[in-house]
């Protein structure tokens, strides 16, 4: 996951920034990263985001576009431009103002993005928008079986309807020939991958955990599952330290990007500050997060974890 750096003054991107975490994320042996749209950027910034990660990508690394904005209009403009710049998929989001009424409208509005753009679509089910009001799957499964007939429709990202695995089993069941089944929530992949061969695992903040995921999920597909079930027990202080801070912001429809952006930051990643509306970080938060990742091992008992040294980041300007 690749959220934007700023400058001291957070009045344009920090490139030298953004480019180092690129490489930080290729380094860790990911497939590539989401392009985070939720940390302050107007659209031409995202689209400038979008240019320096893709330049410095290269061809055997894939971004992801968020298209998280306030208007469906903007959301379709990005996932056009993002086409030329060299982006790979889109993850569709809703916006606040979205507030639909049928599983008709939420279609409406899903296939607006996927008509826009050439780019392989992710669809996206997620218990933060809010349809749970109309259906407690989230996204109804009768939306992405309809959804899942345009031709760019490639793959599903399937968190909705907890607690259980009614909703991803349904997603299986009717969409399984036809999409990618994704489960972002890492946790689950041992059986998922056991079960259905789940070929693909994203997106979420899985750099908090170092190079652990991408290492023991190809580990999982090429059958060396001791070395696997071993990375995967190791990281466990981390993810149930992850968790318990997900916790803090349970509820809220969002995420807490700044949380995230630390987690990367202990790890190696650029880290600073992100733009105004955010949450913020506690003492408490970060301590139990850099305690977790000492603890398995994820960076050294003698990392730096100063809060202040992260708002900083490790290529000011």
Same mark, same amino acid.
């Given at each position: 996951? +690749?959220? =934007? ?7 344009? +991107? ?19 990263? +989401? ?6 950027? &107007?659209? =031409? ?7 320096? @990660? ?16 306030? &208007? ?11 086409? $030329?710049?060299? @982006? ?21 509005? %899903?296939?607006?993005?996927? !008509? ?17 009001? *109309?259906? =407690? $799957?989230?996204?109804?499964?009768? $939306? *992405? ?17 907890? =607690? ?8 299986? !069941? ?14 689950? $992949?041992?059986? #998922? ?5 789940? /070929? ?30 071993? *990375?995967?027990?190791?990281?466990? /202080? ?18 807490? !990007? ?6 990367? #930051? ?8 992100? !733009?105004?509306?955010?949450?913020? +970080? ?12 000492? @603890? ?8 730096? %974890? ?5 708002? %900083?980041?490790?290529? /000011?300007?």
């Amino acid at each position: 996951m +690749l959220m =934007p750096s700023f400058s001291a003054d957070f009045v344009s +991107l920090n490139e030298g920034a953004i480019r180092h975490d690129v490489r930080r994320a290729k380094e860790l042996g990911f497939w590539g990263s +989401l392009v985070v749209s939720e940390c302050g950027t &107007t659209v =031409p910034e995202y689209l400038e985001f979008m240019e320096i @990660a893709a330049d410095e990508a290269g061809p055997d690394f894939h971004l992801v576009v968020q298209a998280s904005f306030d &208007t469906l209009e903007q959301s379709t403009y990005v996932c056009k431009a993002s086409e $030329s710049i060299g @982006a790979s998929l889109v993850l569709p989001s809703y916006p606040v103002a979205f507030y639909p009424r049928t599983h008709e409208d939420i279609v409406g509005y %899903t296939q607006e993005i996927l !008509r826009s753009t050439a780019l392989g679509v992710v669809l996206f089910s997620v218990h933060q928008w809010g349809f749970g009001r *109309i259906h =407690p $799957s989230d996204l109804h499964i009768d $939306s *992405i079986v309809e959804l899942a007939k345009e031709p760019n429709a490639v793959a599903v990202k399937a968190e909705g309807g907890p =607690p259980g695995n009614g909703a991803i089993a349904e997603v299986l !069941r009717r969409c399984g020939d036809d999409l990618l089944i994704s489960d972002p929530r890492e946790w689950n $992949s041992p059986g #998922w991958v056991s079960w259905f061969g789940m /070929p693909w695992m994203g997106t979420s903040n899985f750099e908090c955990y170092g190079s652990a995921v991408p290492t023991y999920f190809q580990a999982m597909h090429e059958g060396r599952w001791e070395e696997a079930m071993e *990375i995967y027990w190791r990281i466990h /202080p981390v993810r149930q330290a992850r968790l318990k801070d997900m916790q803090s912001f349970a509820g809220s429809g969002t995420i807490n !990007r700044l949380s995230w952006k630390y987690m990367s #930051w202990l790890n190696g990643f650029n880290g600073g500050a992100v !733009r105004m509306p955010s949450m913020r +970080l506690n003492p408490e938060q970060a301590a139990g997060m850099a305690s977790a990742m000492k @603890a398995a091992g994820v960076i050294a008992p003698d990392a730096e %974890t100063d809060i202040g040294l992260f708002m %900083t980041g490790r290529n /000011p300007r």
